[in-house]
């Protein structure tokens, strides 16, 4: 997938119940090139209307959110004509999560606890113009 923006940055949005979790990827995405922090969300009304409203090129999303699942707010945004590429980043990484995240259209499926190092290792494909084939079955 080729993100297309209008700058030379990624926007990246953060939908996460958990403060730290979300305090730990904006200090690991600001130490990145050409990625920009647009929004953060812990609940899914948040997320849904934060993504809709700023228009990210990349949500980071965890299926568990303060007031229900992330796999609901997946499956609406990728609703959206422009919808944005979708890293599932979770605690609860059980083959069944993975399958039905990647069936309602999450690009990458990573779990907290083992792939975390990996997110930049995908901003900097993403920079590069490469992108996924939703090959991210590790875990």
């Not at 090139?33 to 609940?43: D, K, L, M, P, Y």
Request: charged share 25%; proline share 4%; hydrophobic share 40%.
């Amino acid at each position: 997938m080729i993100i297309s923006r209008s700058n030379s940055e990624i926007k990246v949005f953060i939908a996460d119940d958990s403060l730290i979790v979300r305090e730990h990827l904006v200090t690991l995405l600001d130490e990145l090139a050409g990625v920009e922090i647009v929004g953060q969300a812990e609940n899914v009304a948040e997320a849904i209307s934060g993504i809709r409203t700023l228009q990210p090129d990349v949500v980071i999303l965890d299926i568990r959110l303060r007031d229900g699942s992330g796999i609901d707010v997946l499956q609406n945004i990728k609703q959206d004509e422009a919808a944005p590429m979708v890293i599932i980043l979770t605690n609860y990484p059980y083959p069944g999560y993975r399958k039905r995240c990647l069936d309602a259209g999450a690009d990458f499926f990573l779990d907290k606890s083992t792939e975390f190092d990996q997110i930049p290792k995908l901003f900097e494909l993403l920079n590069q113009g490469a992108g996924s084939d939703r090959s991210s079955q590790a875990g």
